[in-house]
């Protein structure tokens, strides 16, 4: 006799918690074949402000811990991944043509992309920072610090692999982030939140959202509490709205231009410069004297 | 020319002479545009005054640039590209090395015309202003060969052509920040002064001439708003670089979506200057002073809210008194002078609005009236208002003068987060004998620049720029060269 198999029920994943959308909405998502694989929740502008507002909050314990500290839950992060590569794999492949092998490369990419940026926290304030050689009494040096909140756009493809490279560059420099994974394959970024959960990551500091990016990118842009905005794969007019939008709290915008086989370039996607726009460089002066 | 000022200053007791030299400074009396390497009279045939704040006598009359004058322009900086960009670095480095030496032997000259033209004490164009324009060109001149060095791991390229748009309050300096690493990494440049503060710009341009820098590398445009919208809007700019209000960058981003224009933005700023009980009080008072008072306060990172621990309100209140009283307003050509004339009528006005609702709002206002201000000219007195509250109008908004506002706290934390209590966040200050004390609060203070134990210090290696709203992207030292270059 064949056995009831028990589907998942994917939620969002705010403030250290799987709910459901406020909004009580679902999405049906249709497999290769056009059967309904799954529902994902479909976020509502106020998930997206509660996100917001626990991310706030948890930006000053994520940017006040050590370099060395959120280095090591990136690297948990990783772990986590690698052990559920099989189960990553799987779910990119649901919704797009792509195949597994390829998908198991997308996966293999995301962990090396988390062991690389968690290498990179306690380092790159070394090669972005430096001391000035000012001609006075005093001692001058510019650090670079973190922005506070970043809001992250992810492309459609590579879902994986483009969600995890967004994130971890501002994550690494001590932001917290909100994430709305892609629209039309959100799968990976439904179940990511279970390998933060699982990594050490504090309540907040990730967040994750699923649905439809023309129901909350005015949001996003407007939302006076988010610093930064990284975002790949948009349109004009998307991008439009984003830089208007942000105008009025000058936000920082990073629109990424990388494309197909750029994702797995770790020079282009995971280096110093991918991480300088998510960093404010702070200079401090302090008078040099014996007396 | 300046008036003389010897009868103003007699309430203080003291008898000065009158500024004992007034170094001989031709003014052309039309002043053009500077286009691909010639000086042009504007398409537009429109011409505005430009006048001495501290006189009300006009010196001279500048070309207002129109939409045609600015495409030309645009395009001369357009043509001059493909030849400066890919001209060695070694070689670009001689041209600027070139301009800060002829900055140096020319000194005295833009000195004077500085402060003829914008109104700020020569001691500060002498001292401050010409030796930082200078040395700007000449720390950028240095890195133009050895941009690799900056960006580890990739490869550096200019981003084309540059419009900048610059204020009235550093005129030269403000031209040296923008130019110099547009220069150094390889840009071609438009520039557009403040109408107010034009003079000191078109006679770099001289200078430029006299280096032989390729003809459209370089190019000014001068007017007001709406040559500065011609420029900031023209569709064959690859970058624009504004200094100035809050209020025109956010404008200027909201028109640029889209067009993938790079955009770098030094806007306002309320900065707070902090200081503990356990500070050097002289020195903070010091600190106080050249905070809110340099420039006659026209300084985006000026110390405008003072925040005072408590225990030492009272020493702090009467040694401030104190020494704004000994403050010398008035002829900026004096080199006695501390505070010169106020850079326009309107910012006059608006100056004396805020001091207005300061008082209405409930503050109480300290000026230092001991002082005869000239009758021509525009003037205003140094002042401070205590009984602030966070709330008040002159505790949020950026006045752009010598306005201070006093405020208390009691703990570290309150300090710390009424200081970050604002949407921007250029500079602040912190005073304390304390080294833990010092650094744990310049780490939580949100603002791209922390002055401990000191304030309003500049420097070409030093990068200058702010957080949140006081816009994105820093001028000066290694981080101020990445606005202008494309990492491939």
């Given at each position: 006799?064949?056995?009831?198999?028990?589907?998942?029920t994917?939620?969002?994943?705010?403030?250290g918690?799987?709910?459901?959308?406020?909004s009580?909405?679902?999405?049906?998502?249709?497999?290769?074949?056009?059967?309904?694989?799954?529902h994902i929740c479909?976020?509502?502008?106020?998930?997206?402000?509660?996100?917001?507002e626990?991310?706030?909050?948890a930006?000053?314990?994520?940017?006040g811990i050590t370099?060395?500290?959120?280095?090591?839950?990136?690297?948990?992060?990783?772990?986590?991944?690698?052990?559920?590569r099989e189960?990553?794999?799987?779910?990119?492949?649901?919704?797009?043509?792509?195949?597994?092998?390829?998908?198991?490369?997308?996966v293999?990419?995301?962990?090396?992309?988390?062991?690389?940026?968690?290498?990179?926290?306690?380092?790159?304030?070394?090669?972005?920072?430096?001391q000035n050689?000012?001609?006075?009494?005093?001692?001058?040096?510019?650090?670079?610090?973190s922005?506070?909140?970043?809001?992250?756009?992810?492309?459609d493809e590579?879902?994986?692999?483009?969600?995890?490279t967004?994130?971890a560059a501002p994550?690494c420099?001590?932001?917290?982030?909100?994430?709305?994974?892609?629209?039309?394959?959100?799968?990976?970024?439904?179940?990511?939140g279970?390998?933060?959960?699982t990594?050490?990551?504090?309540?907040g500091?990730?967040?994750?959202?699923?649905?439809?990016?023309?129901?909350?990118?005015e949001?996003?842009?407007?939302h006076?509490?988010?610093?930064?905005v990284?975002?790949?794969?948009l349109?004009?007019?998307?991008?439009?709205?984003?830089?208007?939008?942000g105008?009025?709290?000058?936000?920082?915008?990073?629109?990424?231009?990388?494309?197909?086989?750029?994702?797995?370039?770790?020079?282009?996607?995971a280096?110093p410069?991918?991480?300088?726009?998510?960093?404010?460089?702070k200079?401090?002066?302090h008078?040099s004297?014996?007396? | 020319?300046?008036?003389?000022t010897?009868?103003?200053i007699?309430?203080?007791g003291?008898e000065?002479s009158?500024?004992p030299?007034?170094?001989?400074?031709?003014?052309?009396?039309?002043?053009k545009?500077f286009?691909?390497?010639?000086?042009?009279?504007?398409?537009s045939?429109?011409?505005?005054?430009t006048?001495?704040?501290?006189?009300d006598e006009?010196?001279?009359?500048?070309?207002?640039?129109?939409?045609?004058?600015?495409?030309a322009?645009?395009?001369?900086a357009k043509?001059?590209?493909?030849?400066?960009?890919?001209?060695?670095?070694?070689e670009r480095?001689?041209?600027?090395?070139?301009?800060?030496?002829?900055?140096?032997?020319?000194?005295?000259?833009?000195a004077?015309?500085?402060?003829?033209d914008?109104?700020k004490p020569?001691?500060?164009?002498?001292?401050?202003d010409i030796?930082?324009?200078?040395?700007?060109?000449?720390?950028c001149a240095?890195w133009?060969d050895?941009?690799?060095?900056?960006?580890?791991?990739?490869n550096?390229?200019?981003?084309g052509?540059?419009?900048?748009?610059?204020?009235?309050?550093f005129p030269?300096?403000?031209?040296a920040?923008?130019?110099?690493?547009a220069l150094?990494?390889?840009?071609?440049?438009?520039?557009?002064?403040?109408?107010?503060?034009?003079?000191?710009?078109?006679?770099?341009?001289?200078?430029?001439?006299e280096?032989?820098l390729p003809?459209?590398?370089?190019?000014?445009?001068?007017?007001?708003g709406?040559?500065?919208k011609y420029?900031a809007e023209?569709?064959?700019?690859?970058?624009?670089?504004?200094?100035?209000?809050?209020?025109v960058?956010?404008?200027?981003?909201?028109?640029?979506?889209?067009?993938?224009?790079?955009?770098t933005?030094?806007?306002?700023?309320?900065?707070?200057?902090i200081?503990f009980a356990?500070?050097?009080i002289?020195?903070?008072?010091?600190?106080?002073?050249s905070g809110i008072y340099?420039?006659?306060?026209?300084?985006?990172?000026a110390?405008s809210?003072l925040?005072?621990?408590?225990p030492?309100l009272e020493?702090v209140?009467?040694k401030l008194?104190?020494?704004m009283?000994?403050?010398?307003?008035?002829d900026?050509?004096?080199?006695?002078?501390?505070v010169g004339?106020?850079?326009?009528?309107s910012?006059?006005?608006?100056?004396?609005?805020?001091?207005?609702?300061?008082?209405?709002?409930?503050?109480?206002l300290?000026?230092?009236?001991n002082?005869?201000?000239p009758?021509?000219?525009n003037?205003?007195n140094p002042?401070?208002?205590?009984?602030?509250?966070?709330?008040?109008?002159?505790?949020?908004?950026?006045?752009?003068?010598?306005?201070?506002?006093?405020?208390?706290?009691?703990?570290p934390?309150?300090?710390?987060?009424?200081?970050?209590?604002?949407?921007?966040g250029?500079?602040?200050?912190?005073?304390?004998?304390?080294?833990?004390?010092v650094f744990?609060?310049?780490?939580r203070?949100?603002a791209g620049?922390?002055?401990?134990?000191s304030?309003?210090?500049?420097d070409?290696?030093?990068?200058?720029?702010?957080?949140k709203?006081?816009?994105?992207?820093?001028e000066?030292?290694?981080?101020?060269?990445?606005?202008y270059v494309k990492?491939?």
């Amino acid at each position: 006799m064949s056995r009831l198999t028990v589907p998942k029920t994917y939620k969002l994943y705010i403030g250290g918690k799987f709910p459901r959308t406020e909004s009580g909405r679902s999405i049906p998502i249709q497999d290769r074949k056009g059967d309904t694989a799954a529902h994902i929740c479909h976020a509502s502008r106020k998930d997206f402000r509660e996100a917001v507002e626990v991310a706030a909050k948890a930006a000053s314990s994520w940017s006040g811990i050590t370099g060395y500290l959120r280095g090591q839950i990136l690297y948990r992060m990783a772990e986590m991944l690698e052990g559920r590569r099989e189960e990553f794999a799987a779910a990119i492949c649901v919704t797009s043509d792509t195949k597994i092998a390829a998908a198991r490369k997308e996966v293999d990419a995301s962990v090396d992309r988390l062991v690389c940026f968690a290498g990179w926290t306690d380092k790159y304030q070394q090669v972005l920072g430096c001391q000035n050689p000012v001609a006075s009494s005093f001692y001058n040096f510019t650090v670079p610090v973190s922005q506070g909140v970043t809001c992250v756009v992810a492309p459609d493809e590579p879902s994986l692999l483009g969600l995890i490279t967004l994130i971890a560059a501002p994550l690494c420099a001590g932001n917290t982030v909100i994430a709305l994974g892609s629209q039309k394959h959100p799968i990976p970024t439904a179940i990511f939140g279970e390998v933060c959960q699982t990594s050490d990551v504090p309540a907040g500091a990730i967040n994750l959202l699923t649905g439809k990016r023309a129901d909350i990118i005015e949001q996003i842009a407007d939302h006076r509490q988010v610093a930064s905005v990284s975002a790949a794969g948009l349109s004009k007019k998307e991008r439009v709205t984003i830089e208007v939008g942000g105008a009025d709290s000058l936000k920082r915008v990073c629109f990424s231009a990388l494309k197909n086989n750029d994702w797995y370039d770790a020079r282009l996607c995971a280096s110093p410069w991918a991480i300088e726009p998510f960093v404010e460089m702070k200079t401090i002066w302090h008078p040099s004297a014996s007396r | 020319m300046a008036t003389e000022t010897t009868t103003n200053i007699q309430a203080t007791g003291w008898e000065y002479s009158a500024a004992p030299e007034r170094f001989p400074i031709s003014i052309e009396e039309t002043n053009k545009l500077f286009i691909d390497g010639k000086f042009i009279s504007p398409k537009s045939r429109k011409w505005f005054a430009t006048t001495n704040p501290a006189t009300d006598e006009k010196l001279a009359d500048i070309a207002t640039a129109g939409a045609a004058d600015v495409n030309a322009a645009v395009a001369s900086a357009k043509k001059a590209l493909p030849k400066w960009s890919k001209l060695a670095g070694s070689e670009r480095a001689k041209y600027l090395y070139r301009i800060a030496r002829r900055i140096q032997e020319r000194a005295r000259e833009f000195a004077v015309l500085e402060t003829l033209d914008g109104g700020k004490p020569i001691k500060e164009s002498r001292d401050v202003d010409i030796p930082l324009v200078a040395q700007h060109f000449f720390y950028c001149a240095g890195w133009a060969d050895k941009l690799e060095y900056a960006f580890p791991g990739r490869n550096v390229q200019p981003i084309g052509v540059c419009a900048q748009i610059i204020p009235w309050n550093f005129p030269l300096m403000m031209a040296a920040w923008k130019l110099a690493p547009a220069l150094a990494c390889g840009n071609t440049c438009v520039l557009k002064p403040a109408e107010t503060t034009s003079l000191t710009a078109l006679r770099l341009a001289e200078v430029l001439q006299e280096v032989e820098l390729p003809e459209g590398v370089v190019n000014i445009v001068t007017g007001a708003g709406d040559t500065g919208k011609y420029l900031a809007e023209h569709k064959a700019i690859n970058k624009l670089a504004f200094t100035g209000s809050t209020h025109v960058g956010k404008m200027l981003m909201r028109n640029s979506a889209g067009t993938g224009k790079r955009l770098t933005l030094e806007l306002g700023g309320k900065s707070a200057n902090i200081i503990f009980a356990d500070a050097a009080i002289d020195q903070a008072v010091e600190g106080i002073v050249s905070g809110i008072y340099f420039n006659q306060g026209h300084v985006c990172c000026a110390g405008s809210r003072l925040f005072v621990e408590e225990p030492i309100l009272e020493e702090v209140i009467q040694k401030l008194t104190h020494r704004m009283k000994s403050l010398r307003v008035g002829d900026p050509m004096d080199k006695n002078t501390d505070v010169g004339a106020i850079n326009s009528r309107s910012q006059l006005q608006t100056i004396e609005q805020y001091i207005k609702t300061g008082v209405a709002e409930g503050g109480q206002l300290h000026e230092a009236n001991n002082q005869q201000l000239p009758s021509k000219g525009n003037w205003c007195n140094p002042c401070f208002f205590t009984d602030i509250q966070p709330s008040h109008t002159i505790a949020r908004e950026e006045i752009f003068g010598p306005v201070l506002s006093v405020m208390t706290f009691r703990t570290p934390e309150e300090a710390i987060s009424r200081a970050n209590n604002t949407p921007y966040g250029l500079a602040a200050g912190v005073w304390t004998d304390k080294g833990s004390k010092v650094f744990e609060v310049a780490k939580r203070l949100e603002a791209g620049i922390i002055w401990c134990n000191s304030y309003n210090r500049f420097d070409a290696a030093s990068p200058f720029g702010g957080f949140k709203e006081s816009g994105f992207g820093r001028e000066g030292g290694m981080q101020g060269l990445k606005p202008y270059v494309k990492l491939v």
